[in-house]
């Protein structure tokens, strides 16, 4: 297996660093999904140190979480109204909690990072299950930009460089597989360490594909948190899934 197929790898690696200035003000977020969830529960797969799921508690909504990586839950634990969020320690993926939920969310481009064979099509389809009766799923991710593709595969990037430590970023893309691995290589004086990250990145319309699969559909794509209509040039999307009221 493949070091990006273990899901609480981005948790070991990322955990100290996640909280750091410079993250998207989750505040929008929040609105957005407590406006879907009404009094929940909702469930955010990958709940990380609570950035949504926090400020979505904040107004009312009963939030659960699933979180591959204790250290990411630690996180979350330290916050105020951390400890009181119930989280499962887990592969999102599979989604092993009983339900049923009128609202399953997923954000910052998470669900690329379910790399390994068929995982975003299991992620679907377990989601679907939990899923109460005409609840939504809302996925937030980017929308890839091939010419991205072209800069990194031609460019080696000096990533930062301090008085103790060097940084440089590769990117190797395999686009018949829509797939990137990422290294970040850091030079000190103690030795050299590698951090890699890799994504299973999809079109919009492929996502669609997903949830059709899982016999959801799509009701609503903003192109963000705030509403904005989606249209060729956005660059991210947040999608509304639904369940049907009844079995089809």
Sequence with gaps: MSMLDDPGLFGRQWAAAYDS??????????RFLAGLAGGGPALELAIG???????????????HGIEASPEMVEL???????ADLPVLIGDMADVAVP??????????????NLTGEGRQED????VARVLAPGGAFVVEAYVPDPADFDRDEQQVKVWSVTETSVSVRVHRYDRDAQTF???????????????????????????????????????????????????????????????PLTAP
């Design 123 to 126: 992620c679907f389809r377990n």
């Design 49 to 63: 140190s609570g950035r949504v799921a926090l400020p979505l508690a904040a107004r009312g909504v009963a939030v």
């Design 99 to 112: 339900g049923p939920f009128p609202l399953v969310y997923l954000v910052f481009n998470t669900l690329f």
């Design 181 to 243: 691995l990422r290294q970040t290589i850091v030079f000190t004086d103690g030795g050299v360490r590698l951090e890699p990250f890799g994504m299973h990145y999809r079109w919009p319309e492929q996502i669609d594909e997903l949830a059709a699969q899982a016999g959801l559909t799509l009701e609503a794509r903003y192109a963000t948190w705030d509403g904005d209509p989606f249209g060729p040039d956005s660059t991210d999307h947040i999608s509304v899934y639904r369940k």
């Design 21 to 30: 200035p410079g993250n998207p003000d989750p505040e929008p977020a929040a």
């Design 76 to 82: 979350l634990r330290a916050k105020p109204g951390g």
